[in-house]
């Protein structure tokens, strides 16, 4: 992303806000909208509430910052109809660069210090790569080779926030939302994304989901083929192999239904399979150039059945595609993938689609660095919220200028200058806040 707005973009963005403004329920949030979009796309080290203020009014930044507060912490519109609103605006610049190809699933971590903003619990956070003191989100992108855009933010609230009345009072929580886990989250995006129409691509998740044998299941019956994550140690029946069929029946009582297993008879883990793999068994394959060269890496996919609790099933799970990275080098693989889409499908194809989950890296490195998702300095439910959705939009203009080719437009609109002296509260470096 650019540092600033270009000229020439002007007219297009303040079309594409117009677009934008019946989601927002009343006309006089229009000049509130369009002044934070603004400010999320202007140059900026923080993207908070009164930094974006400064920027965009420097003459009158306390009643620029009460404005713009209340317009993203206390204002009732709709997050889902404006991220409605802002898919179908984007969508078709998506599918002038090629038909969706994904829908990808993830969630992202923001680290916090305190511990009265909503959602904020320790746990795993990705930005960090630890557990932390942080809140977490879960995010549903539609994408392609080219770009890709979320269509669905909602945030994860641990079960102690969600069964805390005081807690859920302070910062709005609203009566509806009850504790869910991630994966529970994900499906409940997938399940209206089918609902509104939207096209579909294969489902590309990590292993935090599809890890849950109960995740992937209900993708299946939503009809949606994916290529997940799994664990090392799940367990699978290798190729060609399954659960025994049930006990001989005696003749007297209920003819035995269940598959079972016996000492003998025993599921591997994924590693264990990876390591009896032959070495012809393992394939050179790139999957995309990257800022330094192709990107490749050593691949082994096998047909297995997954093997959680079939001793209780009356059939065995189907196969699927067992997907193995082991790079060179490395004493053991490294990533591990479950999929069901066709047995015909070539292996380059299959690596191609499980790398593009890069895609939401990507969204969620421009919305954190360019639009300052991670800036938000609120404690409650709705400025989060509305925060993320408002960061989404203005992702969704640049989407759909990064469509235009060749692209348009050269010259570049630059913020105004701060107040001499001015600095955002709890900032004692000026030059560090805007």
């Known amino acids: 992303m650019t540092d600033s707005i270009p000229l020439s973009s002007e007219p297009r963005f303040q079309e594409y806000l117009s677009q934008l403004v019946p989601a927002l329920g009343h006309a006089d949030r229009t000049e509130h909208f369009a002044s934070y979009c603004t400010g999320l796309l202007l140059p900026g080290q923080r993207k908070s509430v009164e930094p974006m203020a400064a920027r965009l009014d420097p003459a009158h930044v306390p009643s620029a910052h009460q404005a713009l507060h209340h317009f993203v912490a206390t204002a009732p519109w709709n997050d889902a109809a404006m991220l409605d609103a802002v898919r179908d605006l984007v969508l078709p610049a998506l599918l002038r660069q090629g038909p969706i190809t994904a829908w990808i699933l993830d969630d992202t971590g923001f680290p916090k210090k305190g511990r009265h903003s909503v959602g904020v619990a320790r746990q795993y956070c990705g930005q960090l790569g630890k557990q932390d003191n942080c809140q977490v989100a879960v995010s549903l992108s539609v994408a392609n080779d080219h770009a890709s855009l979320p269509v669905a933010f909602d945030l994860y609230l641990p079960e102690d926030w969600a069964a805390d009345p005081i807690r859920r009072a302070k ?219 408002l960061c989404i939009a203005a992702y969704g203009f640049l989407v759909r200028e990064r469509s235009l080719f060749p692209p348009q437009g050269n010259g570049w609109r630059q913020a105004p200058a701060l107040p001499a002296g001015w600095r955002p509260r709890g900032h004692p470096d000026p030059t560090g806040a805007a």
């Open 171 to 389: 910062t709005g929580v609203p009566p509806e939302v009850v504790f869910q886990t991630k994966p529970q989250i994900a499906l409940r995006q997938v399940r209206r994304a089918l609902a509104e129409g939207l096209p579909t691509g294969v489902l590309l998740a990590d292993a935090g989901y599809g890890a849950e044998t109960d995740f992937r299941t209900a993708l299946s019956a939503l009809g949606l083929p994916y290529v997940v994550g799994v664990q090392s140690s799940l367990g699978v029946w290798p190729p060609g192999c399954g659960p025994l069929p049930p006990k001989p029946w005696s003749g007297t009582g209920r003819k035995p239904k269940l598959r079972r297993r016996d000492d003998e008879h025993q599921p591997v883990s994924a590693k264990s399979l990876a390591f009896s793999l032959a070495p012809n068994a393992w394939q050179t394959v790139a999957w995309r150039q990257g800022s330094q060269g192709e990107l490749s890496g050593r691949f082994a996919a096998v047909r297995v059945r997954p093997s959680h609790r079939d001793d209780a099933r009356a059939e065995p799970h189907p196969e699927e595609w067992l997907l193995i990275e082991w790079p060179e080098g490395e004493k053991e693989p490294t990533k591990y993938w479950l999929s069901t889409l066709p047995e015909r499908i070539s292996r380059v194809d299959l690596v191609h689609l499980a790398k593009l989950r890069w895609r939401i890296e990507r969204d969620y490195q421009d919305l954190k660095q360019e639009l300052g998702l991670d800036h938000y300095e609120g404690r409650g439910w709705r400025g989060f919220h509305h925060h993320a959705t």
